[in-house]
Structure formats: C-alpha cells, structure tokens
C-alpha cells in the first residue's frame, strides 16, 4: 500500500488527508498543535472558549464540493446559523458600528456615511463575483500539473479584467473615476 504524509491539519490538510486515504493510500497526518483544525480551531482557557481563526463562513460552494466527493453534504455535518448583526466594527472608544445582515439595510447604512456609497457596494460586489468565480473556476480549480493550463486568451483577458496586479486601492479609485 502506498503511504503519503500530510503536515497539518486546518482545512487543506483535512481534505488532502482524507481525498488521499479515499484513494487508498495509507496517509499519516502530522500536526504540531494539540487539536485538529488549523487556524479554524478553538481552545479553552479560564472559562473561555476562544476562536482561532475564520469567524465567517466564506467560500460554502467550496465546502459544500468536498462534502460532495464524498457523497454527503455540508449539512450532515453542521447548521449554519446567520448573526445579525453579523458582527461590529471598533475603530475605537465609543466608536463602533454593527453591520446588518440584511443587504439593504447594510447598503442604506453605507449609504448615510457616505452619499453615493450603497451604489459604490452594489458596484464593488459586482466586480468581487467575477473576480472570485473567474479565480475559483479558471484559476484555483485547475490541476495546475502544467503551465500549459493556464495559456489560454480568454484566460489572460480574465486576469488582466480581475486586476491581480494591480492593489486594492489603486483598483477603486481607477473604477470611480
């Protein structure tokens, strides 16, 4: 039987251990904490259980596929309760705000700070999905066995439209302009 080793145990490491083993190979998982879970861990102290890494559930598609390979679902497994508010932000004494889960109520508030702000959201969404459905299906998705995959037109056109070279900030203040 062939055996492979994997260092580390948050999510990557988890669904490389277990696609491996549902492979049939003898898979050895080496993790220098005490718990499983990587940065998506908690632990104990004094009374206190504290979260020790993503605090949002981002990418459920990609959860929701490894379920799959495995012919189950995220479901099985765990409920997703939505917060609301779905958490605050502290700039500093006496200076917070709570973000809405409701998308409407979140764009009316970014609205009130700053006129012309909930159409700016709606805008900067927009470009957050074709950034992340052209990444997640052309770029992260891909076997990546050979450079090759990745020289295509179409493709090239798609990274120069996602603005991976270019920073955040530079990217907002050229789509206002």
């Given at each position: 039987?062939?055996?492979?080793i ?16 549902d492979n049939?190979?003898?898979?050895t ?44 679902s995220?479901?099985?497994?765990y ?30 508030m ?36 050979s450079?090759?995959?990745?020289i295509n ?6 990274v ?6 270019m ?6 203040l050229?789509?206002?302009?």
């Open positions: 039987m062939k055996t492979a994997v260092i580390g145990s948050g999510f990557s490491g988890l669904s490389a251990a277990t696609h491996l083993a049939n190979l003898k898979v998982l080496l993790e220098k904490n005490d718990s499983l879970g990587g940065r998506a861990r908690i632990f104990r102290e004094q009374g206190f259980t504290f979260d020790m890494g993503p605090s949002w559930y981002w990418m459920p598609d990609v959860f929701e596929r490894y379920f799959n390979n495995f012919g189950r995220a479901s099985d497994f409920e997703l309760v939505r917060l609301d508010p779905s958490y605050k932000v502290i700039f500093g004494k006496e200076d917070e705000i709570e973000i809405p889960a409701k998308y409407e109520l979140f764009k009316k970014i609205e009130a700070i700053e006129v012309g702000g909930g159409e700016n959201l709606d805008k900067f969404l927009e470009q957050a999905a074709y950034k992340y459905n052209q990444g997640i299906n052309n770029l992260v998705q891909k076997p990546s066995r450079i090759t995959e990745f037109l179409k493709l090239l056109i798609d120069v439209r996602m603005d991976i070279f920073s955040y900030g530079a990217s907002i050229e789509r206002n302009c």
